[in-house]
Protein backbone atom coordinates (compact mmCIF):
# COMPACT_ATOMS: atom_id res chain seq x y z
CA UNK A 1 0.00 0.00 0.00
CA UNK A 2 0.96 3.51 -0.66
CA UNK A 3 1.04 6.34 1.35
CA UNK A 4 -0.69 9.47 -0.37
CA UNK A 5 0.04 13.17 1.49
CA UNK A 6 -2.14 15.73 0.62
CA UNK A 7 -2.16 18.74 2.11
CA UNK A 8 -4.61 20.20 4.92
CA UNK A 9 -5.80 24.07 5.95
CA UNK A 10 -3.28 22.73 9.13
CA UNK A 11 -0.12 22.77 6.58
CA UNK A 12 0.34 26.31 6.73
CA UNK A 13 -0.52 26.93 10.39
CA UNK A 14 2.25 27.61 12.95
CA UNK A 15 3.58 25.98 16.00
CA UNK A 16 1.67 28.39 18.20
CA UNK A 17 -1.97 28.14 16.08
CA UNK A 18 -1.74 24.23 15.99
CA UNK A 19 -1.46 24.54 19.83
CA UNK A 20 -4.43 26.50 20.59
CA UNK A 21 -6.30 24.45 17.74
CA UNK A 22 -5.08 21.30 20.44
CA UNK A 23 -6.02 22.77 23.27
CA UNK A 24 -9.68 24.02 22.08
CA UNK A 25 -9.77 20.60 20.67
CA UNK A 26 -9.00 19.21 24.16
CA UNK A 27 -11.70 20.68 26.15
CA UNK A 28 -14.39 20.80 23.21
CA UNK A 29 -14.33 16.93 22.86
CA UNK A 30 -13.11 15.87 26.16
CA UNK A 31 -16.89 14.23 26.44
CA UNK A 32 -16.70 12.97 22.89
CA UNK A 33 -16.73 9.75 21.74
CA UNK A 34 -13.46 7.86 20.79
CA UNK A 35 -14.91 8.05 17.19
CA UNK A 36 -15.98 11.44 17.16
CA UNK A 37 -12.12 12.46 18.40
CA UNK A 38 -11.05 10.20 15.61
CA UNK A 39 -12.99 12.08 12.91
CA UNK A 40 -12.53 15.36 14.24
CA UNK A 41 -8.48 14.16 13.44
CA UNK A 42 -9.18 12.83 9.88
CA UNK A 43 -11.44 15.56 9.26
CA UNK A 44 -8.77 18.30 10.56
CA UNK A 45 -5.16 16.80 9.33
CA UNK A 46 -6.09 14.34 6.59
CA UNK A 47 -3.23 12.45 5.52
CA UNK A 48 -0.64 14.24 7.49
CA UNK A 49 -2.32 12.37 10.55
CA UNK A 50 -1.56 9.29 11.83
CA UNK A 51 -2.05 6.37 14.55
CA UNK A 52 0.87 4.46 16.57
CA UNK A 53 0.55 1.20 18.17
CA UNK A 54 2.59 -0.86 19.69
CA UNK A 55 0.96 -3.93 18.34
CA UNK A 56 -1.03 -4.50 21.60
CA UNK A 57 -4.51 -4.50 19.97
CA UNK A 58 -5.81 -2.58 17.20
CA UNK A 59 -8.32 -0.67 18.53
CA UNK A 60 -7.23 2.43 18.04
CA UNK A 61 -6.00 1.67 14.73
CA UNK A 62 -9.96 0.12 14.05
CA UNK A 63 -11.20 3.10 15.20
CA UNK A 64 -8.20 5.56 13.34
CA UNK A 65 -9.52 3.14 10.21
CA UNK A 66 -13.41 4.11 10.08
CA UNK A 67 -12.74 7.75 10.35
CA UNK A 68 -9.45 7.76 7.82
CA UNK A 69 -10.04 4.16 5.68
CA UNK A 70 -6.20 3.53 5.11
CA UNK A 71 -4.87 5.60 7.77
CA UNK A 72 -0.87 5.86 8.36
CA UNK A 73 -0.39 3.18 11.49
CA UNK A 74 2.96 3.44 12.64
CA UNK A 75 4.69 0.77 14.30
CA UNK A 76 8.22 0.90 15.97
CA UNK A 77 10.35 -2.30 15.35
CA UNK A 78 13.07 -2.10 18.43
CA UNK A 79 14.72 -5.25 17.26
CA UNK A 80 13.39 -6.91 20.67
CA UNK A 81 9.80 -7.23 20.47
CA UNK A 82 8.01 -11.00 21.31
CA UNK A 83 7.43 -12.94 18.36
CA UNK A 84 3.58 -12.60 18.80
CA UNK A 85 4.16 -8.61 18.48
CA UNK A 86 5.36 -8.83 15.24
CA UNK A 87 2.85 -11.43 14.09
CA UNK A 88 0.25 -9.30 15.18
CA UNK A 89 2.19 -6.67 13.22
CA UNK A 90 1.51 -8.68 9.94
CA UNK A 91 -1.72 -9.20 10.84
CA UNK A 92 -2.84 -5.82 11.14
CA UNK A 93 -1.44 -5.17 7.47
CA UNK A 94 -3.02 -8.05 5.90
CA UNK A 95 -6.75 -7.73 7.36
CA UNK A 96 -7.10 -4.25 8.34
CA UNK A 97 -7.56 -1.09 5.87
CA UNK A 98 -4.47 0.76 6.97
CA UNK A 99 -1.30 1.07 6.22
CA UNK A 100 1.51 -0.06 8.54
CA UNK A 101 4.76 1.79 8.48
CA UNK A 102 7.57 -0.05 10.64
CA UNK A 103 10.13 2.48 11.78
CA UNK A 104 13.58 0.65 12.94
CA UNK A 105 16.51 2.03 14.84
CA UNK A 106 19.39 4.01 13.34
CA UNK A 107 21.52 0.73 14.61
CA UNK A 108 20.87 -2.93 14.72
CA UNK A 109 21.07 -4.75 18.02
CA UNK A 110 24.33 -6.01 16.84
CA UNK A 111 25.26 -2.95 16.10
CA UNK A 112 24.22 -1.33 19.39
CA UNK A 113 25.70 -4.07 21.20
CA UNK A 114 29.02 -3.40 19.48
CA UNK A 115 29.27 0.35 20.52
CA UNK A 116 27.36 0.17 23.71
CA UNK A 117 28.14 -3.54 24.66
CA UNK A 118 25.32 -6.29 25.36
CA UNK A 119 21.86 -5.69 27.30
CA UNK A 120 22.29 -2.02 27.50
CA UNK A 121 18.54 -2.36 28.31
CA UNK A 122 19.80 -3.92 31.56
CA UNK A 123 22.17 -1.58 32.32
CA UNK A 124 20.59 1.93 30.81
CA UNK A 125 17.26 1.44 29.78
CA UNK A 126 16.68 5.04 29.18
CA UNK A 127 19.20 5.16 26.95
CA UNK A 128 18.02 2.03 25.09
CA UNK A 129 14.84 3.25 24.75
CA UNK A 130 16.08 6.75 23.66
CA UNK A 131 17.71 4.89 20.89
CA UNK A 132 15.26 2.27 19.73
CA UNK A 133 12.11 4.07 20.42
CA UNK A 134 12.45 7.71 20.70
CA UNK A 135 14.74 8.79 17.91
CA UNK A 136 12.89 6.73 15.47
CA UNK A 137 9.85 7.98 16.63
CA UNK A 138 10.66 11.24 16.48
CA UNK A 139 12.36 10.96 12.86
CA UNK A 140 9.16 8.85 11.71
CA UNK A 141 6.78 12.08 13.11
CA UNK A 142 8.29 14.54 11.11
CA UNK A 143 5.49 13.77 7.83
CA UNK A 144 2.78 14.40 10.27
CA UNK A 145 1.28 17.36 12.28
CA UNK A 146 -0.74 15.16 14.54
CA UNK A 147 -0.94 11.84 16.05
CA UNK A 148 -2.98 9.26 17.91
CA UNK A 149 -2.01 7.08 20.96
CA UNK A 150 -3.90 4.50 22.93
CA UNK A 151 -2.94 6.05 26.41
CA UNK A 152 -6.16 5.79 29.00
CA UNK A 153 -5.83 7.50 32.09
CA UNK A 154 -6.62 4.70 34.04
CA UNK A 155 -3.51 3.03 33.32
CA UNK A 156 -1.80 4.76 35.46
CA UNK A 157 -0.84 7.73 37.39
CA UNK A 158 1.46 9.18 34.62
CA UNK A 159 -1.62 9.18 32.89
CA UNK A 160 -4.16 10.20 34.70
CA UNK A 161 -4.31 13.79 33.12
CA UNK A 162 -4.13 12.57 30.08
CA UNK A 163 -6.42 15.12 27.42
CA UNK A 164 -7.99 13.79 25.32
CA UNK A 165 -6.49 15.86 22.49
CA UNK A 166 -3.54 17.93 23.40
CA UNK A 167 -0.48 19.57 22.21
CA UNK A 168 3.07 17.65 21.79
CA UNK A 169 5.51 20.54 22.83
CA UNK A 170 8.43 17.73 22.49
CA UNK A 171 7.75 16.99 18.68
CA UNK A 172 5.82 19.81 17.94
CA UNK A 173 2.34 18.01 16.98
CA UNK A 174 -1.22 17.53 18.34
CA UNK A 175 -1.84 14.33 19.49
CA UNK A 176 -4.62 12.50 20.08
CA UNK A 177 -5.28 9.93 22.41
CA UNK A 178 -9.18 9.07 22.11
CA UNK A 179 -9.23 6.30 24.39
CA UNK A 180 -8.04 8.48 27.31
CA UNK A 181 -11.25 7.88 29.10
CA UNK A 182 -11.80 4.59 28.71
CA UNK A 183 -11.41 1.39 31.14
CA UNK A 184 -9.77 -1.98 30.32
CA UNK A 185 -13.71 -3.11 30.40
CA UNK A 186 -14.15 -0.44 27.30
CA UNK A 187 -11.60 -1.56 25.26
CA UNK A 188 -12.44 -5.48 25.88
CA UNK A 189 -16.05 -4.53 24.61
CA UNK A 190 -14.90 -3.40 21.54
CA UNK A 191 -12.74 -5.89 20.96
CA UNK A 192 -15.26 -8.64 21.29
CA UNK A 193 -17.76 -6.28 19.54
CA UNK A 194 -15.83 -5.49 16.63
CA UNK A 195 -13.47 -8.89 16.29
CA UNK A 196 -10.51 -6.92 16.69
CA UNK A 197 -7.14 -8.09 16.82
CA UNK A 198 -4.99 -8.80 19.74
CA UNK A 199 -1.53 -9.64 20.65
CA UNK A 200 -1.80 -13.30 21.92
CA UNK A 201 0.47 -12.44 24.94
CA UNK A 202 -2.59 -10.32 26.64
CA UNK A 203 -3.97 -14.06 27.07
CA UNK A 204 -1.16 -15.10 28.79
CA UNK A 205 -0.25 -13.28 31.65
CA UNK A 206 0.62 -9.90 30.05
CA UNK A 207 -1.84 -7.28 30.39
CA UNK A 208 0.74 -4.85 28.71
CA UNK A 209 3.28 -5.68 26.41
CA UNK A 210 6.94 -3.75 25.35
CA UNK A 211 10.11 -5.27 24.62
CA UNK A 212 10.97 -8.91 25.66
CA UNK A 213 13.73 -8.41 27.40
CA UNK A 214 11.67 -4.88 29.65
CA UNK A 215 8.25 -7.31 29.94
CA UNK A 216 7.19 -9.76 32.48
CA UNK A 217 3.80 -11.53 33.44
CA UNK A 218 1.88 -9.64 36.33
CA UNK A 219 1.28 -11.51 38.95
CA UNK A 220 -2.40 -11.67 40.27
CA UNK A 221 -3.52 -8.58 42.25
CA UNK A 222 -0.78 -6.18 40.84
CA UNK A 223 -1.06 -3.26 38.38
CA UNK A 224 -1.25 -3.81 34.73
CA UNK A 225 2.07 -1.98 33.52
CA UNK A 226 3.61 -4.13 36.65
CA UNK A 227 5.14 -6.20 34.16
CA UNK A 228 7.05 -3.23 32.53
CA UNK A 229 10.23 -2.93 33.56
CA UNK A 230 9.72 -4.62 36.65
CA UNK A 231 12.71 -4.25 39.32
CA UNK A 232 13.48 -0.18 38.04
CA UNK A 233 11.86 3.02 38.79
CA UNK A 234 11.29 3.27 35.03
CA UNK A 235 7.51 3.02 33.61
CA UNK A 236 7.41 5.16 30.87
CA UNK A 237 9.62 4.70 27.67
CA UNK A 238 10.33 8.21 26.79
CA UNK A 239 7.46 8.04 24.16
CA UNK A 240 5.04 10.35 26.44
CA UNK A 241 6.85 12.76 28.25
FE1 LIG B 1 15.42 -1.20 25.11
FE2 LIG B 1 13.80 -2.27 26.94
FE3 LIG B 1 13.38 0.24 26.01
FE4 LIG B 1 12.93 -1.90 24.48
S1 LIG B 1 11.82 -1.32 26.36
S2 LIG B 1 13.95 -0.06 23.83
S3 LIG B 1 14.61 -3.29 25.10
S4 LIG B 1 15.12 -0.51 27.24
Redesign the pocket.
Known sequence: MTTVRTGTDTDTDTDAQLKELAEQAGRDLEDASAQEILQWAADTFGRRFCVTSSMEDAVVAHLASRALPGVDVVFLD????FPETIGTRDAVEAVMDVNVITLT?RQTVAEQDAEYGPK??DR??????A???VAPLEQGLTAYRAWATGLRRDESPTRANTPVVGWDAKRRKVKVSPIARWTQDDVDAYVSEHGVLTNPLLMDGYPSV??????RRVLEGEDARAG??AGSA?TE?GLHG
Do not use: S
Not at 78 to 81: D, L, S
Not at 124 to 129: E, K, T, V
Open positions: TGYHPLHNPDLCCLRKGCAPCTRWKC
